[in-house]
């Protein structure tokens, strides 16, 4: 059986169902295949939404334990319902999938469920349940394949003990000692779950630093902040093996550098070390797409190098985030269209869903140092804040980034409760080249936390007036 559309996706994650939304509304006909079942990819189902989830609820379970009686507010017989916790999450993540396929109806866009392999330029092969594949022509192949957790050689996942972010979101009680493998966004999110639900946590790194890509200031901050909070750190080190001895999980360790190695004992081991693109067995050495050692995808503002073959999402370069994959997703339905398309890879914000929370965009003072660039800073606390510090939420602080002789924002930090709702401000201007001076004569209402970011843009230019 052979149909033909003007573009045909693989993968019905945030970049590739965004894509055929987009696709859609600009009377593309169009296809989308996706293996899971469910539409939302890794975000939606097993990552980002389940794991906000998961964060927001514990958050308040651990408010109501230990931050509510300093504000006057008595909780008495506070409880823990685990199975009522995981079933309020798997609602908001089921009403959400349902939703996406209700976007594709909406915008005449056929969902087929199966895998996807791209034959040629132009035909994708669909297998699944059924015995017979489904043959799809198409003028334009978008691959959306995302990503999946990488492994940790030495150390089998099993989903049960030792668990990836996947299994880490489904645990049907609250282990006692957690062990994280990986000081990075999915790590500390995870762990931070589990730590405030009552597990004790510690987490190993390979390199000297929590959140390696992030700003150093940003990095030492939430470190000693997650310090505070209980979160144990083993910097520095590499595990070498897990075995699983009765009751217990024994984690090998040793310096990364290289020396004498322990061995700490856990419950369950969460294995959190990265992730890699899905791209294996896909048909695309067979169609001469390139692809580099690692499974990424090259591409040129979405174009592959064969002709009629785009890629979007976590399969290609840059970091591996739903947002990035949405805008690349629309950018590519609209060239397809004929129209303008562009994703600035410069503007691409990262949030990480702790408690505070850390939100960034743009350069680190790191990486601007590294280049050669003139750049002056201005940074504000948020002890300073006065919203802040009525919300007892005064951990952390904000800072601008300004290029001198352009005198164009080029990166902000921010670690704040609230901080991934406040680095949208800061995305508009970098996209409008604005300056610090724009953002500290821009009025914000008071009192807000967002004030916090006029200060540190005050700062820039040495006239801070709140701290």
Known sequence: MSELYDVVIVGGGP????????????GLKTAIVESRG??????????CIPSKALLHTSDLYEAAAKRFPAMGIGVAGLTLDLAQMMKQKDAAVDGLTKGVEFLMKKNKVDYIIGR?????????????????????????????????????????????????STGALELTAVPRRMIVIGAGVIGLELGSVWRRLGADVTVVEFLDRVLPTNDGEVSAQMLRILKKQG???????????????????????????????????????????????????MGLAECGVAVDRRGVIAVDDGRTNIAGVWAIGDCTPGPMLAHKAEEEGIAVAQKI?????????DVIPAVVYTSPEVASVGKTEEELKAAGIAYKAGKFPMSANSRARANHEMDGFVKILEDEAGKRIVGAHIIGAGAGEMIGEMCVAMEFAASAED?????????????????????????LMQA
């Open 38 to 47: 469910r539409l939302g990819g890794t975000c939606l189902n097993v990552g």
């Open 439 to 463: 953002v500290a004569r821009t009025c914000h209402a008071h009192p807000t936390v967002s004030e916090a970011m006029r200060e540190a843009a005050k700062a820039v230019d040495n006239w």
């Open 116 to 164: 996807g392999r791209v034959e040629a330029p132009g035909r994708v092969v669909v297998t699944g349940a059924a015995a017979d594949s489904k043959i799809l022509e198409t003028k334009n192949i978008v691959i959306a394949t995302g990503s999946e957790p990488a492994p940790l050689p030495g150390v089998t996942i099993d989903e049960r003990r030792i668990v990836s």
């Open 337 to 345: 269209a004929g129209q303008w398309g562009h994703v600035n890879a």
């Open 15 to 26: 970049g590739g169902y965004n894509c055929a939304i987009r696709a859609g509304q600009l």
């Open 231 to 281: 979160m144990k750190f083993e910097l520095s080190s590499k595990v070498t093996g897990v075995e699983e001895i009765g009751e217990s999980l024994l984690v090998a360790i040793e310096p990364a550098a290289g020396g004498a190695g322990r061995t700490l004992e856990a419950d369950i081991v969460l294995v959190a070390i990265g992730r890699r693109a899905v791209t294996a067995d």
